[in-house]
């Protein structure tokens, strides 16, 4: 194993060049793009299908609940991160964002995806999902070329969360998926709870 986080990412060129910002609403379409690239195709991330997740993406980084950094190099998008500080309501959002939220659930009945949405609503709600504690860091995917983006953007979600006074940050990834947990044990998160197929993990925020 790698003795330090910078050992980890061999110094990559691109490490000083990215730059991390809050993502808008006009950065949807490339955030998608990183995902579909970032996750296998039958992720639950990618249950919607591009074009009802860039309609979801939009309606998310108008949520006032929530966290939404991108890293860019030269304005091109190398990554993303989003997290929930408390529960996601649709209710509040029909308020917050009314034509944003419209347009979402008329992307999902145009493309044919209401019943992977109830499967995937009803999933949420079973097991180890339910017991996933806020603030939760929900999705993260970074170009293969940019992999020090990956350390730039979790740090500035954590400090973002120490500035609303969270002292702790947690996130879910597959039991399987033994790099990624890696990632994250090497930026100093610990199990937290775990099942066959997912390991949910921790981390004190000081």
Same mark, same amino acid.
């Given at each position: ?20 910002? /809050? ?18 195709? /039958? ?31 030269? =304005? ?90 969270? =002292? ?7 039991? /399987? ?30």
């Amino acid at each position: 194993p790698t003795s330090n986080i910078m050992d980890y990412y061999k110094m990559e060129d691109h490490f000083t060049t990215v730059s991390i910002r /809050n993502a808008s609403s006009q950065d949807a379409e490339e955030i998608v793009d990183i995902l579909n690239n970032s996750f296998d195709p /039958n992720d639950e991330q990618r249950i919607l299908g591009t074009n009802a997740t860039i309609s979801l993406v939009k309606l998310l980084i108008k949520q006032h609940d929530t966290l939404f950094f991108i890293a860019e190099e030269q =304005n091109d998008i190398v990554g993303y991160i989003w997290g929930q500080t408390k529960k996601l309501s649709l209710l509040k959002s029909l308020f917050n964002t009314p034509l944003l939220l419209l347009k979402f659930c008329f992307s999902c009945i145009a493309h044919n995806k209401l019943i992977s949405i109830l499967k995937y609503i009803l999933k949420q709600k079973q097991g180890i999902y339910r017991s996933i504690p806020l603030p939760h860091l929900v999705s993260f995917g970074v170009k293969s070329t940019y992999k020090s983006a990956g350390f730039l953007l979790l740090s500035k979600a954590e400090k973002y969360l120490k500035s609303k006074n969270k =002292n702790k940050c947690f996130l879910l990834t597959a039991a /399987n998926n033994k790099t990624t947990q890696y990632f994250y044990k090497k930026n100093g998160y610990k199990k937290y709870k775990s099942n066959d197929l997912s390991v949910i993990l921790c981390k004190e925020l000081s």
